[in-house]
């Protein structure tokens, strides 16, 4: 069993940043790939940010040059900077990690970009 632990959501205006973090925590488990996807109300969950067993990076189309994911290894945590925010950035955002047997997700952290 793996748990996901969020933080560093809240309430910023528009232009500002916040960083948002997920540490990962179990017993035997590996990381395939772990990243950040997003819901904002009556949308469907997406993809924003993620990262590859090897390292690689996937980013949407709606983040490239605003948000960088980043992650330690050794904690087993992954980060999320967001620059440059938007009020249609607003959404909870969520941590999933693939084991390479089933997907896990975090209970979620409210991102609210609004003046």
């Known amino acids: 069993q793996v748990q996901l632990v969020e933080s560093g959501g809240g309430l910023v205006q528009p232009g500002g940043s916040l960083r948002l973090s997920c540490a990962a925590s179990?017993?035997?488990?590996?990381?395939?790939?772990m990243g950040w996807y997003r819901q904002a109300p009556g949308k469907q969950r997406e993809l924003v940010a993620t990262?590859?067993?090897?390292?690689?990076?996937n980013y949407a189309d709606f983040v490239k040059g605003r948000f960088t994911i980043s992650r330690d290894n050794a904690k087993n945590t992954v980060y999320l900077q967001m620059n440059s925010l938007k009020p249609e950035d607003t959404a909870v955002y969520y941590c999933?990690?693939?084991?390479?047997?089933?997907?896990?997700w975090g209970q979620g952290t409210q991102v609210t970009v609004s003046s």
């Open positions: 179990g017993s035997s488990f590996s990381i395939n790939a």
């Open positions: 990262f590859t067993r090897t390292g690689s990076t």
């Open positions: 999933g990690l693939w084991s390479g047997v089933r997907f896990y």
